[in-house]
Antibody, heavy 116, light 108 residues
């Protein structure tokens, strides 16, 4: 069955980098676009970034553009989110989602806390 | 960026009642690329509807979606205990995906 497992979350100081990973199984990873969605404590869902099936196109929310980088390794069936210069307001549960538009499978999320 | 507005913010209903949730977009959504998700605390969101009115795999027919352009509706015909949750609409007609703020359906 389809599985998406996020890792790499934790406590990070403002301005320090953190890389999130999403390991996948149960489907042809290289055929699907993927994206990241986050939920800050007590808030709603916020789309973060998307990447096409072959990595050729990437899109970012204005709130993270220039600071976060989405990437993928199709040979490892894994997607990544490099969070550079994180801010306190980036504190959230980060979900890995299959699909560029419709998110038909979601991981359980990894918590990132940005705090000094 | 397409801004989505959901109403009401909270809907208090009893099991067996009908729930009607609204999602309005600040501009036309291309091809009616509008999805609905159910989200419960501590769980991953769950896709209910896509393309405004198509049910995702395994979603019971008490859930239905309608609308086009800028106005969309999710209807739950008879609420069951498992349906009390937060519901989000999402547009994916633009490369800049956006979510609405959510409607919480709680038990009256």
């Amino acid at each position: 069955q389809v599985k998406l497992v996020e890792s790499g979350g934790g406590v990070v100081q403002p301005g320090r980098s953190l890389r999130l990973s999403c390991a996948t199984s149960g489907f042809s990873f290289s055929s699907y676009g993927m994206h990241w969605v986050r939920q800050a404590p007590g808030k709603g869902l916020e789309w973060v970034a998307s990447i096409w099936f072959d990595g050729s196109r990437k899109y970012y929310a204005d709130s993270v553009k220039g600071r976060f980088t989405i990437s993928r390794d199709n040979s490892r069936k894994t997607m990544y989110l490099q969070t550079n210069s994180p801010r306190v307001e980036d504190t959230a549960v980060y979900y890995c989602v299959r699909g560029v538009g419709i998110g038909d499978y979601w991981g359980q999320g990894t918590l990132v806390t940005v705090s000094s | 960026e397409i801004v989505l507005t959901q109403s009401p913010g909270t809907l208090s209903l009893s099991p067996g009642e009908r729930a009607t949730l609204s999602c309005r977009a600040s501009q036309n959504i291309t091809n009616d690329f509008l999805a609905w998700y159910q989200h419960k605390p501590g769980q991953a969101p769950w896709l209910l509807m896509f393309g405004a009115s198509s049910r995702a795999t395994g979603i019971p027919d008490r859930f239905s979606g309608s609308g086009s352009g800028t106005d969309f509706t999710l209807t739950i015909s008879r609420l069951e205990p498992a349906d009390f949750a937060v519901y989000y609409c999402q547009q994916y007609g633009s490369s800049q995906i956006t979510f609405g703020p959510g409607t919480k359906v709680d038990i009256k």
